[in-house]
């Protein structure tokens, strides 16, 4: 929902509708609730889904005879590379599937970056005199501790509804060599829901850039996670670097976390050929190979594409009742009041509320004070910092449904007694 002009309201009636949300306010808190919606985290149903994977692999061969129990197979199982290269756009031979977390992929290729060099990087980026990241906003909290824990600097653009603002993009990355990277959630994107158009990728191929190792983090944490019966689809920005002559410009990353076992999936790394052999080189260092038996486990389970499908679909109907409550409860409560505007998204795990500028921290005080835990305000922002105060992240699909509804109701309260404060604050 847009954000709408705010009624036009007398003093006495923005009183009366303050005292309206304190009063509510109140009986919230004597109610006593425990409820946290703060990370976005699979449901024991959602993990119940796949519980037949603890009882696999059924043996211990992959397809082309080897004994995944035993070390060796650094780019990992191809069977299973084959399941998830058309989700990820990236062909078989150059996808790595790996350990249980994509993030730690992220965090292993600045690890390198820093202290090894990448293809087409004149120096480590240890010894740049500073490096920065463009980051999309609102964004991703923990991309954005990734580079703080590194001294990478964080510069914000803003995001419209088809991406990150490319004119914002492409004028800083030329201008500075230092920026070396940004952030995408190119598919229902944490925690707007937006996934990127195509014109947006094919600029963020293209465009020129400063620096030669420029890269693109594309974070496809989202792929299969739609909630709709029209799957977004976005352009295959692998290729399209490829084609524009920046065919080492993207490191693609993704993993069955939110598709099978958020603590004991597969994440995978797509990249150049180019990029591939950097990163297995410095594995190879790490790791003598990965948990193939997890790798076989997932291939047994998923089986192909279509059991991929299959698999998310039942996701969806644990998930989508939950989106449908938070969308139904705050048009009930706060549509047509001008306090708040949300997201209303066609997949991923997330929706963002954005509230009057200057009340988000408030909100989510109150809401604490009320016994519902949100992800702070500002996380969605580097540094912790969201300049408008105003943007809230809503990760709904781990409590139950019926808490779901009893956390967003009091959250909307929590909006219209702090976003009436707010009004009554200016209006005085
Ligand atoms: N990327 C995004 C955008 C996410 O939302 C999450 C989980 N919240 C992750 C990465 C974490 O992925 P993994 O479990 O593979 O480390």
């Avoid at 690890?111 to 120096?123: K, N, Q």
């Avoid at 002559?245 to 990249?271: C, E, L, M, Q």
């Avoid at 809230?392 to 956390?407: H, Q, S, W």
Wanted: glycine share 8%; net charge negative; hydrophobic share 40%.
């Amino acid at each position: 929902s847009a954000f709408q002009a705010p009624p036009v309201l007398t003093l006495d009636e923005l009183i009366a509708q303050r005292d309206d949300a304190l009063r509510d306010y109140e009986a919230l808190v004597r109610r006593g609730l425990s409820l946290d919606l703060t990370r976005g985290k699979p449901s024991a149903r959602q993990l119940d889904l796949a519980s037949r994977m603890l009882t696999l692999p059924s043996g211990h061969k992959a397809a082309d005879g080897t004994d995944c129990r035993n070390y060796g197979g650094l780019q990992g199982l191809s069977e299973l590379r084959a399941i998830f290269s058309g989700s990820l756009q990236v062909p078989v031979a150059q996808l790595v599937a790996a350990g249980n977390s994509s993030l730690s992929l992220m965090h292993d290729s600045i690890v390198h970056a820093m202290l090894g060099r990448l293809p087409g990087a004149e120096r480590r980026w240890a010894d740049e005199p500073r490096i920065a990241f463009l980051c999309p906003v609102p964004g991703y909290d923990r991309h954005f501790a990734l580079c703080e824990r590194f001294g990478i600097e964080l510069i914000p653009v803003p995001m419209t509804d088809e991406g990150p603002d490319m004119d914002v993009v492409e004028r800083l990355a030329l201008e500075d060599p230092q920026i070396k990277g940004i952030w995408c959630v190119p598919k229902y994107s944490n925690p707007s829901g937006v996934s990127y158009g195509d014109e947006t990728v094919r600029r963020l191929a293209a465009m020129p850039v400063a620096a030669p190792d420029f890269r693109i983090f594309w974070d496809n944490a989202y792929a299969v996670h739609h909630l709709t019966d029209t799957p977004a689809e976005i352009a295959d920005l692998l290729a399209l670097c490829e084609e524009n002559g920046n065919p080492d410009r993207a490191f693609v990353f993704g993993s069955t976390s939110k598709i099978t076992f958020a603590g004991g999936g597969v994440a995978f790394f797509g990249s150049s050929a180019a990029n591939v052999a950097w990163l297995l080189g410095y594995t190879a260092k790490r790791t003598i190979g990965p948990d193939k038996i997890n790798h076989l486990r997932h291939v047994e389970f998923l089986r192909d594409e279509d059991g991929l499908a299959e698999h998310m679909r039942h996701h969806r109907e644990l998930i989508r009742p939950k989106f449908d409550a938070v969308e139904t409860i705050l048009t009930k409560e706060l549509g047509g009041t001008g306090l708040a505007s949300w997201s209303n998204p066609a997949g991923g795990y997330f929706i963002s509320l954005d509230v009057l500028e200057g009340c988000a921290r408030e909100v989510v005080s109150r809401a604490a004070g009320a016994g519902i835990a949100l992800t702070p305000a500002g996380a969605t922002h580097p540094y912790g910092n969201d300049p408008r105060d105003s943007t809230i992240r809503i990760a709904p699909t781990y409590p139950e449904l019926d808490e779901v509804e009893l956390a967003i109701t009091g959250l909307a309260t929590c909006v219209r007694l702090v976003g009436t404060e707010k009004l009554l604050e200016q209006a005085r």
